[in-house]
């Protein structure tokens, strides 16, 4: 590779994650630490750390020059973001590249454009891509109740310039549209920067199905398949699992071919997620967003796929051509994943941050654990509350939820709440076990969990 040293630009469970892939592809490693990082899993690991600023993130993690500079006085040739903080942001990869400092992901036009999900409905539609009725650029809330009587209630107001359930609010009914667009616009503002708005049709009785793709500087663009990520709560995902249950082989290839051909006609480079949401009842599906970096719940698809997405990003960054054909990409068994976090189920999910007294993950050829933690560990207030992913292999769906729901019976931590108690219930539920998932499903959940689910010891 054109580079033998690399600033992992990011903390946690993927700090952890892209070091290992680091190590296998022999590369060496400079961690980026905030003061509260200092004693971490991955600063343990890395070859070796430097101190980027406080505990904030935003004088520490969320800052280009800070990072770009990290990577400079540390002599790194690389520079991977890992997902979350700044791994979709244009302005430090721009800030690489006039360094001489490669980024482990996509071109800076590639994040921008595909960032304002304005101009990628837009890229959509104008490659033939589906989109969900809906309205450009929103400026007030009774431009906004004039579109929705147009595409009919309810609608989905969302923040053009960012996502992960940010600025996202559904209106149901005309008097609640003046109160929703502003709450709605100052979350979106206060997130990103940028209070802009623009409309969708909402859609009831949807999943969220996204697929994985890789894309090389010479035109070559495969999918690796799709994940379904409708368990969610607050638009935040709680599980995921590859393949999607419950639609047809004909849908299923349709959502393929329609992230592929949005990827290819981008000339997207490196690895990236294309999420749709599909109309249950319509049996049709939309785009939703394209995400420019590595997704949390990409070890599904690494699971069923035997392929190493990270090292894919890194021989991508590298120059290389993508190693293997669309046709020598093969699906295997049933993967799901939970997300573990520091939470009180029973208090609303309350951060519940503090010291792990007892950390005891199960321990099986069928199940992976991607996490930063371990007993002693103490988990920061200043930071998302993601403790670990469980990820469970199965020969079929039916055999990998069962899996998944012992593996979460036998997962025992000490000294904080987690949402261990509450995955275990969600796996447990008829619904969720005969794939009948939709995005409401979670919350529906929520108001049947059992009294003390999640409750601290």
């Known amino acids: 590779m054109p580079f033998t040293r690399v600033l992992v630009a990011n903390r946690g469970e993927i700090a952890v994650r892209i070091i290992h892939a680091c190590q296998t592809l022999g590369l060496e490693t400079v961690?980026?630490?905030?003061?509260?990082?200092?004693?971490?899993?991955?600063?343990?690991?890395?070859?070796?750390?430097?101190?980027?600023g406080p505990s904030a993130a935003t004088q520490s993690y969320l800052d280009p020059r800070i990072i770009v500079t990290a990577a400079l006085g540390t002599g790194a040739e690389a520079l991977h973001p890992g997902y979350g903080f700044l791994a979709e942001s244009a302005e430090l990869a721009e800030l690489c590249a006039a360094h001489g400092i490669t980024f482990v992901g996509p071109q800076p036009d590639h994040i921008r454009r595909m960032g304002n999900k304005l101009e990628a409905r837009t890229l959509a539609r104008l490659h033939g891509v589906p989109i969900l009725p809906g309205s450009e650029k929103v400026h007030s809330w009774e431009e906004a109740a004039k579109i929705a009587e147009r595409i009919g209630l309810p609608v989905m107001m969302k923040a053009a310039a960012g996502g992960g359930g940010r600025g996202m609010k559904v209106v149901?009914?005309?008097?609640?549209?003046?109160?929703?667009?502003?709450?709605?616009?100052?979350?979106?503002?206060?997130?990103?920067?940028?209070?802009t708005l623009y409309l969708e049709r909402f859609i009831p009785n949807a999943r969220h199905i996204e697929v994985q793709?890789?894309?090389?500087?010479?035109?070559?663009?495969?999918?690796?398949?799709?994940?379904?990520?409708?368990?969610?709560?607050?638009?935040?995902?709680?599980?995921?699992?590859?393949?999607?249950?419950?639609?047809?082989e004909t849908l299923r290839e349709e959502i393929?071919?329609?992230?592929?051909?949005?990827a290819g006609k981008i000339a997207y480079e490196s690895a990236g997620t294309i999420e749709f949401i599909v109309d249950q009842d319509a049996k049709t599906f939309y785009f939703l967003e394209m995400n420019t970096r590595i997704q949390v719940e990409h070890p599904v698809t690494e699971t069923i796929t035997g392929i190493d997405l990270v090292q894919e990003q890194f021989r991508i960054a590298a120059g290389e051509r993508?190693?293997?054909?669309?046709?020598?990409?093969?699906?295997?068994?049933?993967?799901?994943?939970?997300?573990?976090?520091?939470?009180?189920?029973?208090?609303?999910?309350?951060?519940?941050?503090?010291?792990?007294?007892?950390w005891n993950p199960p321990v099986a050829p069928h199940?992976?654990?991607d996490t930063h933690c371990y007993a002693g560990y103490v988990v920061p207030i200043f930071y998302d509350s993601l403790l670990a992913k469980l990820i469970v292999y199965g020969a079929d769906r039916g055999q990998a939820v069962a899996r998944m729901?012992?593996?979460?019976?036998?997962?025992?931590?000490?000294?904080?709440?987690?949402?261990?108690?509450?995955?275990?219930?969600?796996?447990?539920?008829?619904?969720?076990?005969?794939?009948?998932?939709n995005t409401r499903l979670v919350e529906e959940l929520i108001a049947q969990m059992p009294n003390g689910v999640g409750a601290t010891e």
């Open 31 to 52: 961690l980026a630490v905030s003061e509260a990082d200092r004693d971490s899993l991955p600063a343990r690991m890395a070859d070796r750390t430097v101190c980027i």
């Open 172 to 195: 149901t009914a005309p008097g609640d549209m003046q109160r929703m667009f502003t709450a709605a616009s100052a979350e979106a503002r206060s997130a990103f920067g940028d209070g």
């Open 213 to 248: 793709v890789l894309g090389d500087r010479f035109g070559n663009v495969i999918q690796l398949g799709e994940r379904d990520c409708s368990l969610q709560r607050r638009h935040q995902k709680v599980v995921e699992e590859a393949p999607a249950p419950a639609i047809t």
């Open 256 to 262: 393929h071919q329609a992230a592929v051909t949005l």
């Open 322 to 358: 993508l190693s293997f054909s669309q046709a020598e990409v093969n699906f295997t068994g049933h993967a799901i994943e939970c997300r573990i976090t520091a939470e009180l189920p029973h208090e609303g999910f309350r951060p519940n941050p503090g010291r792990i007294t007892a």
């Open 367 to 369: 199940i992976r654990l």
């Open 405 to 437: 729901r012992d593996a979460l019976a036998h997962f025992e931590v000490g000294g904080i709440g987690t949402t261990l108690p509450f995955l275990h219930f969600v796996m447990g539920h008829e619904d969720f076990a005969a794939g009948r998932v």
